[in-house]
């Protein structure tokens, strides 16, 4: 049985160069968010991002929500995904980076598709399950210590046979230490959660700052 590789430094550098197909939009998008200073760390991996695109397009997903916007990239890559027709609601709780994300949604000809709405993401969930809205596919990364309740609204959400997919599941490596904060320790109760939920089939994996992957039965 093959173990799990550590991910060294050299296998990092590898990554960056083999599992990323570069795209100049998207490039700038990544630049311009590096510009915005230690608030970019809340922007996705393009590896990640990447990987969301070629989901939605396997899983052949027309209605797409995303929960936590930022700048835009994973939207971007999510409607990169959707086929004609196809359209993706994403909620943030603020407008502030809005026109930097309209900018490349513009660019790479997918601004038709997406739907940005200014709300609270548990507030958005609650009026999306009252109007019985439902998706095929909902991605998660916004602020941690909600977590598990994304999660839990988002399985009503989800059409059976539907992807959830969470982003900061390995936090950063914080969720192996003894000492944890709320988040930190939220999270690790979120996949301790997944483990032992049998309404779906999932894949926690090493993507950036980790993935769960997670398919409702």
């Not at 930097?100 to 038709?112: D, F, G, Q």
Request: proline share 2%.
């Amino acid at each position: 049985m093959s173990d799990q590789i550590e991910i060294t430094k050299n296998i990092i550098q590898y990554l960056n160069e083999k599992s990323y197909r570069k795209n100049i939009i998207i490039n700038k998008l990544i630049n311009e968010t590096k510009k915005l200073g230690n608030v970019s760390n809340m922007q996705i991996s393009p590896e990640q991002g990447q990987f969301l695109e070629l989901l939605v397009k396997i899983t052949k997903s027309k209605k797409c929500l995303e929960i936590g916007r930022f700048t835009g990239l994973s939207s971007l890559f999510i409607a990169r995904g959707l086929p004609k027709g196809g359209k993706l609601i994403t909620i943030d709780n603020s407008l502030e980076f809005l026109s930097i994300a309209e900018k490349y949604w513009r660019a790479s000809k997918v601004i038709h598709k997406i739907q940005p709405v200014k709300s609270q993401g548990l507030h958005a969930l609650y009026k999306y399950i009252e109007k019985k809205l439902f998706f095929d596919f909902i991605f998660i990364d916004a602020d941690k210590n909600n977590y598990i309740k994304y999660y839990n609204l988002s399985l009503k959400l989800l059409k059976s046979n539907g992807i959830i997919v969470l982003d900061n599941m390995l936090w950063g490596g914080r969720i192996t230490n003894k000492m944890q904060d709320k988040a930190t320790k939220t999270i690790n109760q979120l996949n301790e959660k997944i483990l032992k939920d049998r309404r779906i089939e999932f894949s926690l994996l090493p993507i950036a700052d980790g993935l769960s992957i997670v398919r409702k039965k």
